[in-house]
């Protein structure tokens, strides 16, 4: 009865968050991004912390390698990782759920030119290189049917 009061007043004392924060390890696909910035922030502010949760953020190479993290167990959650190469890797069995949603679409998938290349619109596209980050990314996945859509070779 001694120790349980003792531990009381102690965690008392202490605040009880603090005595029992559980790690959480998050996976970033890239420092910086104002989308993945919520983690960062929240960080900061310290509202991970005020609700028992020590953030532990790990940055990736980009889409691919943050489902790998997930996959092999290195971190428990991610975000930001592109939908279609999520859809995909669990297609394949990977053991992934999509747990949330932070946005509807591909809002962060960018396509843009040199200024000097002449390249005004996507048609203008036609027989030129297009890249993506990764075989198999959402830039990847979605690059292609927008090219098919406008008959376009790149």
């Known amino acids: 009865m001694r120790k349980q009061m003792l531990l009381a007043a102690t965690l008392g004392f202490m605040g009880f968050d603090a005595a029992f924060a559980e790690t959480l390890k998050v996976a970033l696909p890239q420092k910086g991004n104002w989308d993945t910035g919520i983690v960062e ?15 532990d953020i790990s940055y990736t190479a980009g889409g691919a390698a943050t489902v790998q ?25 990977a053991p992934v759920r999509v747990i949330s949603s932070s946005m ?21 596209a036609n027989d030129k290189t297009m890249s993506f980050s990764a075989a198999g990314s ?7 049917p927008l090219l098919e859509a406008n008959k376009i070779k790149a």
């Open 104 to 124: 509807t679409g591909s809002p962060d998938i960018y396509w843009y030119a040199r200024a000097d290349k002449g390249i005004k619109s996507l048609k203008d």
């Open 138 to 144: 959402s830039s990847h996945l979605l690059g292609l």
């Open 69 to 93: 993290a997930v996959i092999s167990g290195s971190v428990d959650v991610a975000m930001q990782t592109g939908l279609l190469g999520l859809i995909g890797a669990y297609a394949k069995g």
């Open 41 to 55: 922030y929240g960080v900061k502010a310290g509202i991970f912390k005020d609700a028992g949760l020590d953030i």
